[in-house]
């Protein structure tokens, strides 16, 4: 079996699992209970939060758990549309946000919010220029994914950065979700950001538990209000055991980063060269470093998408079509239609997508059978 699809999500460690189980064996109290049960509960909850602040250099209290990347980009959203409405009702994002972006800034247009769509170039890349045009004075914040989570595009964070130090009330969100652990951490955790949201399910941790980084000073709106948890900001009792578990993931994660990132990008590097010599296939993603190390995004011309899919699947290669939002909405991709490119074409990608665990070897075999389907992917388009 070769999985090729971790973008969607990894497989949790199996260390990881076992700091999960341990944890609600063990320390199993309500961290905001009084007695002795609840203190292990709030010293290892608070423990986990300043593990992973300083595995990104920022400070304890600028760590805030959620359930999720989804949440976590619901809640700077939203949270800043409730928080600085008073301000302006004008948000900037890019045209190839995940749905969790997209969708939320949909609904706020409907609250009477304006949203500006940044558009991008073939690479799926949006412009700096463009950005500057778009800022108004009643702009109040500016989201951009570091790593797109279809073809692996990594935005100039570090450009918009620059641009938005001209106008400090601007809340500067970061959706990092595709963007952890591939050796871009600068980029994401740079001077200017606000706002990062993160994942725990991609980068082996449990599903259902993310956190963002929020910078000291810089205010949302709770969305979920309650008893109090997160400072106020995010009621409901903390997920203990997957926090933890996600605070031992991230360090797993970040150990050896460089490395790492090295070898999926040989990976990746090895399938591009070998599928980019067929004539029916068109890359979307690109070998060089404005693209992600895990990524790789091509369509077959004239085979579906789901088709491919299934096809390695019989082989025991489990890809996906570009996310896996989409794929079992048959839609084409968001990202590829915001690049212009043709439906005909668009609704043909493959997505695969790497970690740290995958090998040159199962490049290779995925290289062998990818030869041995082709003859029948040519009699498809045919
Ligand atoms: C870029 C991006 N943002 C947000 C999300 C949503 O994260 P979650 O699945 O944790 O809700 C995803 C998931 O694929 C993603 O790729």
Not at 26 to 37: A, D
Not at 279 to 301: W, Y
């Amino acid at each position: 079996m070769i999985y090729f699809d971790n973008s969607a999500t990894t497989k949790a460690d199996p260390e990881v699992v076992s700091t999960y189980d341990k944890v609600s064996e063990k320390i199993w109290g309500n961290p905001s209970s009084l007695h002795q049960f609840g203190e292990e509960a709030f010293n290892l909850l608070e423990q986990s939060r300043k593990q992973i602040a300083d595995l990104l250099g920022a400070s304890q209290s600028e760590i805030l758990f959620t359930s999720g990347g989804t949440e976590g980009d619901n809640w700077v959203l939203k949270g800043t549309a409730i928080e600085k409405r008073q301000f302006g009702n004008h948000l900037i994002t890019t045209a190839v946000e995940h749905p969790a972006i997209h969708n939320s800034m949909e609904q706020l247009k409907q609250l009477g919010f304006e949203v500006t769509y940044l558009p991008v170039d073939e690479h799926g890349r949006i412009s700096i220029d463009d950005l500057k045009a778009a800022i108004r004075p009643t702009t109040i914040l500016v989201s951009i994914m570091a790593v797109n989570n279809e073809i692996g595009t990594i935005q100039p964070l570090k450009e918009a950065a620059e641009v938005l130090k001209d106008y400090p009330k601007i809340h500067f969100h970061i959706d990092a979700v595709q963007g952890i652990g591939k050796g871009i951490q600068d980029l994401i955790m740079n001077d200017r950001v606000d706002f990062v949201t993160f994942s725990g399910h991609k980068f082996h941790a449990p599903r259902g538990i993310g956190f963002i980084y929020a910078r000291r000073g810089r205010k949302i709106a709770p969305l979920l209000t309650g008893g109090g948890q997160e400072r106020n900001l995010r009621s409901g009792t903390e997920n203990l055991p997957a926090i933890a578990a996600m605070a031992k993931a991230l360090r797993l994660l970040l150990t050896d980063e460089k490395q790492k990132v090295t070898k999926e990008a040989e990976i990746k590097q090895r399938i591009f060269d070998h599928v980019k010599q067929f004539p029916l296939v068109t890359t979307f993603s690109e070998d060089n470093d404005g693209f992600a190390p895990h990524i790789l995004c091509f369509a077959i011309q004239g085979v579906r998408g789901e088709t491919i899919v299934h096809a390695f699947e019989e082989q025991g290669i489990y890809i996906s079509t570009t996310s896996a939002c989409s794929s079992k909405k048959h839609l084409a991709s968001s990202t590829l239609t915001a690049m212009h490119i043709p439906e005909s074409l668009s609704t043909s990608a493959i997505r695969i997508s790497l970690d740290d665990h995958n090998t040159l070897a199962e490049a290779d075999e995925f290289n062998q059978v990818f030869d041995k389907l082709y003859d029948k992917f040519k009699l498809l388009s045919a």
